[in-house]
């Protein structure tokens, strides 16, 4: 048999904050010689097997672990259900895993679905999918794609979400990058460098936008070192060189040295929290033009972005909808009636064609018989009287 060691976890602001590695020791005997001798799990269909410590675990299709399980590599493919605490060197699942305890590992790849009951503490974890925690998650690198949820602190040094986020404690990192794309929340963030964008802000129609897709990240207390944030509500935002993007509504902010605040953002109040009595000329507040902050491509794409952002009430909305539809049901009657016209020319053409090989087959074979019998019964008495001159 074998035991998991596990090194201590430190991930603290400032600091490197990567998860240790989990080594997977063979235990020593009385007479001080490791046993070699470590057994396997591999279930295949449906199956159950109890806990215990493992080198190897794998499940293809429906298994279910009752018990702490400790193991140095652990695949699932299909559905997992670990009734206990998980701790494993490498984790790999694609499709559904549920964890009722703990879980531990040195590395996390999963496709699908991954649902903790307890704590989760990885060294890197990518995930495309889901992520569900009961309890907080600490990782050196976490990279997920989809849905991230977690019942605590989320304490990670690399943080890169791309989706939805919803967080009941603090985000510490010391490098965060979201991308939205729902309504996401978090009761605190700190970042040294904190990127907060929104992946869609509308739908648009023959290139025009319509409407607004509300998806924003709300969090009371924003801080970090360098702050880029795009459709965030919070109540206070603290930086040293803060950015202000589009769709934000901000109550507070704080910076030391620069301060950005996009035309459509609303802040409510904003104050130079640096050395010196006032802002100095780099921290001026920046409120960029339209036409120098997001160039338009045309007048016509201009014309609809502004009235995409002018334009909020519900009628004024269902009239753009009406005008949409109107538009686009007189695109596609003139590409019918085109399309129409080109497909009776064709069969005209067509017809014309096969009228005239008709009238040739049917009318011209004849004439040309009939022109010939003529021809022979003209030149018959010509013969007639050669005939007769030859012979005398």
Same mark, same amino acid.
């Given at each position: ?38 057994? @396997? ?24 672990? %009752? ?7 652990? &695949? ?16 790999? !699942? ?86 939205? @794309? ?26 025009? &936008? ?22 965030? !509500? ?11 993007? +589009? ?23 904003? %104050? ?68 129409? @016209? ?5 069969? !005209? ?16 074979? +004849? ?26």
């Amino acid at each position: 048999m074998a035991q998991l060691c596990r090194r201590g976890y430190n991930s603290t602001m400032g600091q490197a904050g990567a998860a240790k590695p989990f080594h997977f020791c063979p235990r020593r005997t009385r007479g001080g010689k490791r046993e070699t001798h470590v057994a @396997n799990i591999k279930i295949a269909g449906s199956g159950e097997a109890g806990g215990g410590r493992y080198d190897s675990v794998s499940i293809a299709g429906s298994g279910r672990l %009752t018990g702490d399980v400790e193991a140095r590599r652990v &695949r699932v493919a299909g559905s997992g259900d670990v009734q206990g605490a998980l701790r494993a060197g490498q984790v790999r !699942s694609s499709g559904a895993l549920r964890v009722s305890g703990t879980l531990d590992a040195e590395e996390l790849r999963a496709s699908g679905s991954v649902r903790v009951e307890g704590a989760c503490r990885v060294g890197k974890a990518r995930v495309s999918g889901s992520l569900i925690a009961g309890g907080p998650v600490q990782a050196g690198e976490l990279r997920l794609a989809g849905s991230l949820e977690v019942g605590g602190d989320l304490d990670s040094r690399v943080c890169r979400v791309s989706g939805h986020l919803s967080v009941s404690g603090a985000v510490k990192a010391r490098e965060a990058e979201i991308v939205i @794309n729902g309504d996401s929340s978090a009761a605190k963030i700190q970042a040294d460098t904190l990127t907060v964008l929104r992946q869609c802000g509308s739908w648009q129609v023959f290139g025009l &936008r319509w409407g607004e897709v509300k998806a924003a990240l709300r969090a009371d207390e924003i801080e970090g070192n360098e702050l880029h944030l795009e459709a965030v !509500s919070a109540q206070r935002v603290r930086g040293r060189r803060v950015r202000i993007g +589009p769709h934000s509504t901000i109550e507070l902010v704080e910076y030391s040295q620069s301060l950005q605040i996009d035309p459509t953002a609303k802040v409510s109040r904003h %104050t130079f929290v640096g050395e010196g009595a006032a802002a100095p000329v780099a921290a001026e507040v920046e409120r960029p033009a339209w036409g120098k902050d997001r160039r338009a491509s045309s007048v016509l794409s201009w014309a609809a972005r502004v009235a995409g952002r002018e334009v909020r009430r519900p009628t004024a909305r269902l009239a753009l909808a009406l005008a949409g539809l109107l538009v686009a049901a007189v695109a596609v009657g003139l590409v019918l009636f085109v399309a129409l @016209n080109v497909i009776g020319l064709a069969i !005209s053409v067509v017809f014309g064609v096969a009228l005239m090989a008709v009238l040739v087959v049917v009318v011209g074979v +004849p004439v040309l018989v009939l022109g010939a019998v003529l021809v022979r019964i003209l030149l018959l008495p010509v013969e007639v009287v050669l005939r007769l001159a030859r012979r005398r």
